[in-house]
Antibody, heavy 123, light 111 residues
Framework: EGQLVESGGALVQPGRSLRLSCAAY????????MHWVRQVPGKGLEWVSG????????GYADSVKGRFTISRDNAKRSLHLQMDSLTVEDTALYFC????????????????WGQGTMVTVST | QSVLTQPPSTSGTPGQRVTISCSGS????????VNWYQHLPGTAPKLLIY???QRPSGVPDRFSGSKSDTSASLAISGLQSEDEGDYYC????????????FGGGTKLTVL
């Protein structure tokens, strides 16, 4: 079964930037849409962003629109999330997740998830 | 953005059947495909139900999903202690730019 491994989480000051990465193993990475989902400690899951298999379609939650940028490198089987102008409200465990569809027309269910990488925004 | 509402908590005893509801802010559930996720402590979330009522390979048939025009439900029969954790419904909203909405989550306690 496929595996996703996130990296890049860190402690960062408000207003700074951070780039998360997600490496894919044993799955057909370039056929599926990919997503970032986060969980604030003690709270529920929140979809952050999604990208279609060919990177033509992207989507963002209102809470991150204009500050976060999702991208992918199919040749390197990797997904990225560039996070700028970070605020304390962005403190969360960030999960990478694979969609069951290509994402050309719509986002669908997420069938493979990583273990997450922690982002802490604090002074 | 759409809002999916779940009860914050529910509980049951081993062997019992429990259901978790997920209601939308509009009556157009018939146009939304609902998925359900299980999130056990210390683990990655797991897809339980997709496309309203389909189970991925490996998910026991104790888990089932249903949907009406106004709400969706996850049923767990033959409750087991290892089922204790958080359960989330989610749906794709096809409004401008499209996004995924998660319900607030329901914490299931097995007594």
């Amino acid at each position: 079964e496929g595996q996703l491994v996130e990296s890049g989480g860190a402690l960062v000051q408000p207003g700074r930037s951070l780039r998360l990465s997600c490496a894919a193993y044993r799955l057909k990475f370039d056929e599926y849409a990919m997503h970032w989902v986060r969980q604030v400690p003690g709270k529920g899951l929140e979809w952050v962003s999604g990208i279609s298999w060919n990177a033509v379609a992207t989507g963002y939650a209102d809470s991150v629109k204009g500050r976060f940028t999702i991208s992918r490198d199919n040749a390197k089987r990797s997904l990225h999330l560039q996070m700028d102008s970070l605020t304390v409200e962005d403190t969360a465990l960030y999960f990478c997740a694979k969609d069951i569809s290509s994402g050309v027309r719509a986002w669908d269910a997420f069938d493979i998830w990583g273990q997450g990488t922690m982002v802490t925004v604090s002074t | 953005q759409s809002v999916l509402t779940q009860p914050p908590s529910t509980s049951g005893t081993p062997g019992q059947r429990v259901t978790i509801s997920c209601s939308g802010s509009t009556s157009d559930f018939r146009f939304k495909t609902v998925n359900w996720y299980q999130h056990l402590p210390g683990t990655a979330p797991k897809l339980l139900i997709y496309n309203d009522n389909q189970r991925p390979s490996g998910v026991p048939d104790r888990f089932s999903g249903s949907k009406s025009d106004t709400s969706a439900s996850l049923a767990i029969s033959g409750l087991q202690s290892e089922d204790e954790g958080d359960y989330y419904c989610a749906a794709w909203d096809d409004s401008l730019n499209g996004y995924v909405v998660f319900g607030g989550g329901t914490k299931l306690t097995v007594l």
